[in-house]
């Protein structure tokens, strides 16, 4: 595919068929994201592959983490990345109560198993500010990269957040050191849905010439 093309036909997926998704396939979506560019050679990303049961295995790990976060059983170092995170999430956590916070976790359990595979990105921090924000940059557009490529592959995927992947329990059941910090959650596989491009404000009215 032209690379214009692609950039442009590409969208979010958010609906999968169930179709397996060939590992030939993940392997080069994984390779094109490490052609990504990175100050001083850096390459900081580090991506864990999720498939068929280490999904249910990941929900686990969410749900002890958010019982952990609310039981206030988590004491997180001052240092540890996500801790201000982890903290927001316990106070509303806290005020959902139990009940909400089994279907909260139902709610997570069927996002993650709506994809075949799920690819968890992080990046590392490196040893300063400046290092760890060229870091996160460069770690973001290895999954631009990866989104491109799975779609030129005739894949769908979406590029998606959220703050649990930012807690100790999810992060140690990744195998992810704690400074790592957390990028994206790829969900990847055969798209069943329409095909939806999303517009797009005009670059000219986001460009001065100076
Ligand atoms: C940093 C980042 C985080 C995102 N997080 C989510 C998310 O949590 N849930 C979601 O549905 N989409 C998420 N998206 C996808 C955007 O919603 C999507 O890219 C946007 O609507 C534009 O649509 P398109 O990708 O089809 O062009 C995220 C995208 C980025 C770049």
Sequence with gaps: METFV???SRSSIKKFSDETVHRELVEKCLESATWAPNHRMTEPWQFRVLLGDARIRLTEAIAEQMSALTSGEHEAAPEEHGTLICDRVAVSLKKLGDVRQSLEIEKIR???LSAPVIICV???QGGDPVTARENFS???AAVQNFLLCAHDLGLGAI???AEYFEGPRVKSFLNVEGGATFVAAIYLGYSDQRQITRRRTSWEKKTLWI
């Design 6 to 8: 692609a950039i442009q």
């Design 138 to 140: 460069a770690t973001a």
């Design 110 to 112: 069927r996002k993650l």
């Design 122 to 124: 992080y990046s590392d």
């Design 159 to 161: 590029w998606r957040t």
